[in-house]
């Protein structure tokens, strides 16, 4: 019987001991898993943060480009740009893909080109391009008109050499044609100064436009100024200069007009 009892002591301690074990882990679920739980949701709640993208990546159609020599001039413009990265140029396309700082100017890359004397702008969305083809548009007819002048100035300035020839040769009632025409390019010159300042056109035209008021001055400053060293020898040398720079004037703006023909 003492044998029987000390069998039943230890199964009613196990029993004892198994149910503890059982209301420690029941207790675990009740009070400790739904805190974890709970913290995990607190946690997952929180706001995500995410930081803003800083690099943005552009397409500009670029013209005027005939070579490897002007890829790399295309390339070392935009690359002069602060906050360009990386800048790939295809000829066969005609396309500069930029990656760029999203607080960069995009219009400026496309002017900093154009200025440089490849005509360029930006690819955009189907609704914007048909925008842009319209400006476009606009623009060409702009550029066209200034070279209109220009040609138109070119030819004043030649046919005012043929007159003189015919005034002094054949009549001189020609001087008074001869006089027209220079106040007619003189006029044509001041229109070009202003006209070229408005518009986007390379640097280099911007300059030659601008020496056609000068030389104009400086020729009538040599007829009617009075100096004891006359002034007059060199009126031929400044007209040699003035039809260089209107020569040269024609031939730029005709390369930025119609790069493609070039």
């Not at 790399?72 to 990656?99: N, R």
């Not at 930006?122 to 400006?135: G, V, W």
């Not at 001041?190 to 056609?212: D, E, H, K, N, Q």
Request: glycine fraction near 4%; include cysteine.
């Amino acid at each position: 019987m003492s044998v029987r009892a000390s069998f039943a002591s230890v199964a009613a301690a196990k029993c004892t001991r198994s149910r503890s074990m059982q209301s420690q882990f029941v207790v675990l679920n009740l009070v400790v898993l739904p805190q974890t739980f709970t913290s995990n949701m607190s946690r997952s709640s929180d706001p995500i943060v995410i930081s803003p993208a800083t690099q943005t990546t552009v397409k500009l159609s670029v013209g005027g480009m005939h070579c490897a020599t002007c890829v790399k001039a295309v390339e070392t413009q935009l690359l002069q740009q602060s906050g360009v990265d990386s800048v790939i140029v295809d000829l066969a396309t005609e396309t500069a893909t930029v990656e760029c700082d999203t607080g960069v100017n995009l219009g400026e890359l496309a002017d900093r080109l154009t200025a440089a004397g490849f005509p360029s702008q930006l690819q955009h969305s189907e609704a914007e391009t048909i925008s842009d083809t319209q400006t476009q548009t606009s623009v060409h007819w702009t550029l066209m008109g200034f070279f209109i002048l220009v040609v138109g100035f070119n030819l004043c300035l030649n046919a005012q050499v043929l007159t003189v020839g015919l005034a002094y040769f054949y009549n001189p009632e020609w001087w008074q044609a001869h006089v027209w025409l220079v106040r007619g390019y003189s006029s044509l010159s001041l229109i070009l100064f202003a006209w070229a300042y408005r518009i986007t056109v390379p640097r280099r035209v911007r300059s030659l436009t601008a020496s056609l008021p000068v030389l104009l001055g400086l020729q009538f400053l040599t007829i009617h100024l009075k100096t004891p060293i006359p002034l007059a020898t060199v009126h031929p040398l400044i007209g040699f200069t003035l039809f260089s720079v209107s020569t040269t004037l024609v031939h730029r703006v005709s390369r930025f007009l119609f790069p493609k023909a070039t």
